[in-house]
C-alpha cells in the first residue's frame, strides 16, 4: 500500500507540469433572446457582428445561439469569417459542433445553444465576426433555415441584404495576454505563475519527505 501511495503522489507532481491552461472569454455580447427575432445564417444570407479582443489574444473558440424550427435536423458546420471589417476576413468552416438544447419559443422554434472550437487566431483589439453558409444535419442545399439570436448586446451587427440590424448573441473564447483587462471589464490575477521548474522542484521535496517517512515506517 505504502509503494502504491508513493507511486500515485509521483505520478500527481508530474501532472502539475503539463497542466493545460483553460480557454477564457475574450468578448461576450450579453445573454440571449430567444423571443424577439433571429437572422438566416444559410442559403445565401450572413450577418456580421462587431466585437473588440485584449491584445495579443488567441481565439480559440464561438458559441452563438440560434433558432431551428426542427428538434432533429440541428446545426453542423458553418463558415466563420474573423477580420476588421464587417464581412473580412479568410474564411474557415466550422465543424464538430455542440449543440445544447435550451427551449421552445413562443413562435415554436427551438433554442439551441452552438459551442465550436477551432486553431488559435490571432487578434488584438476590435473585429467583426461574420457567420453564413450554417448546414444541418440534412444537409447544406435543403429547406431548414438556421437563424442566429438577435438579443440586440452592445455589438454593431449587419446583415449582407439589408445593412445595419440589431446585434447577435454569441461568445468569442480563448486566451488572451497576460494582465490586459478582460472583455466583462475585470483583470487577470498577474501574480508570478511557478515555472515548471519550481514545480518539479516542489514535487521532489515532497517526495523527499516522504521517502523519509517510508524508511521511519521501515524501521
Known amino acids: 500500500m505504502r509503494t502504491a501511495s508513493f507511486c500515485l503522489l509521483t505520478i500527481l507532481c508530474l501532472a502539475l507540469t503539463v497542466a493545460p491552461a483553460m480557454a477564457d472569454t475574450l468578448y461576450d455580447n450579453g445573454p440571449y433572446n430567444g423571443t424577439a427575432d433571429a437572422w438566416t445564417i444559410n442559403f445565401g444570407f450572413s450577418v456580421s457582428d462587431s466585437f473588440t479582443a485584449p491584445s495579443d489574444s488567441q481565439v480559440q473558440g464561438l458559441s452563438l445561439v440560434y433558432w431551428d424550427a426542427s428538434a432533429s435536423d440541428l446545426l453542423t458546420t458553418m463558415d466563420m469569417q474573423i477580420g476588421s471589417t464587417s ?50 444535419t440534412s444537409g447544406c442545399s435543403v429547406s431548414n433555415p438556421i437563424y442566429w439570436d438577435e438579443n440586440s448586446g452592445p455589438s454593431t451587427a449587419y446583415d449582407n441584404t439589408l445593412g445595419s440590424i440589431p446585434s447577435e448573441s454569441f461568445t468569442l473564447t480563448g486566451t488572451p495576454c497576460e494582465c490586459c483587462p478582460r472583455a466583462d471589464g475585470s483583470t487577470p490575477d498577474c501574480g508570478p505563475t511557478p515555472e515548471p521548474s519550481s514545480i518539479l522542484l516542489f514535487g521532489s521535496g515532497v517526495l523527499g519527505i516522504v521517502g523519509i517517512l517510508r524508511r521511519k515506517l521501515g524501521r
Not at 473580412?88 to 413562435?107: I, P
Not at 461574420?130 to 444541418?136: D, P, R
Open 87 to 136: 464581412f473580412g476576413g479568410g474564411t474557415q468552416t466550422l465543424s464538430g459542433v455542440t449543440n445544447t438544447f435550451l427551449g421552445t419559443n413562443q413562435y415554436g422554434y427551438n433554442l439551441y445553444q452552438a459551442d465550436y472550437s477551432f486553431s488559435d487566431i490571432p487578434w488584438s483589439g476590435a473585429g467583426f465576426v461574420t457567420l453564413s453558409n450554417a448546414c444541418s
